[in-house]
T-cell receptor
Framework: QKEVEQNSGPLSVPEGAIASLNCTYS??????FFWYRQYSGKSPELIMF????GDKEDGRFTAQLNKASQYVSLLIRDSQPSDSATYLC??????????FGRGTSLIVHP | DVKVTQSSRYLVKRTGEKVFLECVQD?????MFWYRQDPGLGLRLIYF???????EKGDIPEGYSVSREKKERFSLILESASTNQTSMYLC????????FGPGTRLTVT
């Protein structure tokens, strides 16, 4: 059974801080990793994906992947109240359908 | 931009009714998916389709069926709705980076 674990939170950070969201996975053969943002009452929206070990930056978002330790994280710099949402991690092995974590709730307070 | 649309945002049905949820994508994706999302349980895959008229069961197919007669349209059917099928239903398209529709919040009373 492939598992993707996320702390449900909520993770509360002040405006302007760095929010760090973590995801661990059990399938060592996982090859691609995705972060989705889901606002309350809305559907998930893809914000980043990463395939290689290391960091991938896109604006205020940085995805970090460590395959040896089987974790992927999402850093949000200069957090804004509009970043308050649930963040879903998804992990895929080869051409298999992705496995989703249950998400971490992030609250950015002014 | 990829556009995935779903026929209804909110739906209220009675126990035992047959329910149709429609999903349409405009990006010519071969693969389409139906999930349900419940608090504390996350996203669970019901069915997916990798081509017209082709379908595969996901993790929780019981009580559901699907239809894909055209590439852009993927329908989820609840043969006889039950209260435990009250949920948010999400359609997605594309195999690698999935794009989700806005969701249908279904309440079965």
């Amino acid at each position: 059974q492939k598992e993707v674990e996320q702390n449900s939170g909520p993770l509360s950070v002040p405006e302007g801080a760095i929010a760090s969201l973590n995801c661990t996975y059990s399938d060592r053969g996982s090859q691609s990793f995705f972060w989705y943002r889901q606002y309350s009452g809305k559907s998930p929206e893809l914000i980043m994906f990463i395939y290689s070990n290391g960091d991938k930056e896109d604006g205020r978002f940085t995805a970090q992947l460590n395959k040896a330790s089987q974790y992927v994280s999402l850093l949000i710099r200069d957090s804004q109240p509009s970043d308050s949402a649930t963040y879903l991690c998804a992990v895929r092995r080869g051409s298999y359908i992705p496995t989703f974590g249950r998400g971490t709730s992030l609250i950015v307070h002014p | 931009d990829v556009k995935v649309t779903q026929s209804s945002r909110y739906l209220v049905k009675r126990t035992g009714e047959k329910v149709f949820l429609e999903c349409v994508q405009d990006m010519d994706h071969e693969n389409m998916f139906w999930y349900r999302q419940d608090p504390g349980l996350g996203l669970r895959l019901i069915y997916f389709s990798y081509d017209v008229k082709m379908k595969e069961k996901g993790d929780i197919p019981e009580g559901y069926s699907v239809s894909r007669e055209k590439k852009e349209r993927f329908s989820l059917i609840l043969e006889s709705a039950s209260t435990n099928q009250t949920s948010m239903y999400l359609c997605a398209s594309n195999w690698y980076e999935q794009y989700f529709g806005p969701g249908t919040r279904l309440t079965v009373t």
